[in-house]
């Protein structure tokens, strides 16, 4: 998530950065979940925006025999985004 947040982050619109962040005040490894496709999101997660990261290379990497080690790194990885969006734009 990482990856894709440095390269779309900056250029989404005001309804897209409310639907990330509404996606990112969920649970580290619900957030894992939804974006793979192992859990439906709930009503209020559900946007274009997370169809677009259904589709993207996060959760393909979900579909690999590393899979587990990367859930352990994604895990790491989104607390880390999570935190540092907060941060910079201070939301939370």
């Given at each position: 998530?990482?990856?894709?947040?440095?390269?779309?982050?900056?250029?989404?619109?005001s309804?897209?950065?409310d639907?990330?962040?509404?996606?990112?005040?969920?649970?580290?490894?619900?957030?894992?979940?939804?974006?793979t496709?192992?859990?439906?999101?709930?009503?209020?997660?559900?946007?274009?925006?997370?169809d677009?990261?259904?589709v993207?290379?996060?959760?393909?990497?979900?579909?690999?025999?590393?899979a587990?080690?990367?859930?352990?790194?994604?895990?790491f990885?989104?607390?880390?985004?999570?935190?540092?969006?907060?941060?910079?734009?201070?939301?939370?």
């Amino acid at each position: 998530m990482g990856t894709w947040a440095e390269a779309h982050v900056p250029g989404l619109s005001s309804e897209e950065m409310d639907q990330y962040e509404a996606l990112l005040n969920a649970e580290t490894i619900d957030i894992f979940n939804y974006v793979t496709g192992k859990a439906e999101a709930p009503e209020a997660i559900k946007s274009p925006l997370l169809d677009r990261l259904q589709v993207g290379p996060v959760a393909a990497a979900a579909h690999t025999p590393l899979a587990g080690t990367r859930l352990q790194l994604a895990r790491f990885t989104l607390d880390s985004l999570i935190s540092n969006w907060r941060c910079v734009y201070g939301r939370g």
